[in-house]
């Protein structure tokens, strides 16, 4: 969605990049084709794939049980949890904290997922709100007016780290997930093509090479 970082993102120069943007540019390079990023509203990620907008999706794609009928995924290639994010100057410090708060969450993602598999959590909540992206809910965050959001812990950490921001992550996290890259129910071909070339990107350490510079390590 153009606004997840570390994963995909438009930076201060207005270019898009990211760990899956070098990923995917790699792949579509030792495939022979072009490479074109596309920004899509997430909500609407299911029909651009298939009406031919964009030939798959790859920004932080979190597997789910949902998912698995719509989509014809790849295997894992990083694994992610969703985690509860407040600011670290507030009075909630733990999940039990949380009981009568306002939490926001960005929609139709693993986010909403991950709530609804922690049934006490989400009955004592007072309020969830969804927003269209993470900039949002992040904003909303900062100046009090969320209580705590969900967010996928690749996204948090990243946050923290480049910019600082009085936020810390609550320690007990609500689901372990796995990123995965969307295609086509009906292109098989073009997945099994794909995970191809990222176990040779693998072997020869180019995917190492890209996770060393977004993440600091392998």
Known sequence: D???PPLAFINENKELTGFDIELAQEVAKRLGVKFR???IDWDDK???LNNGTVDCIWDGFSITDKRKN???FSFPYLANEQVILVRSSGTVKTINDLSGRVVGYRSTSSSRDAIEKNPSFMNALGDMIAYKDNKSVLADLKVGLLDAIVIDSIV???YIA???EPLAVISTSLSAEEYCVGFR????ELRAEVEKILKEMYVDGTLASISKKWFGKD
């Open 185 to 188: 129910k009906t292109e098989p």
């Open 156 to 158: 948090a950490d990243y």
């Open 162 to 164: 480049q910019t600082g």
């Open 46 to 48: 299911e029909e651009v």
């Open 37 to 39: 990023a596309v920004v």
């Open 2 to 4: 153009g606004n997840f």
């Open 70 to 72: 719509q989509y014809e």
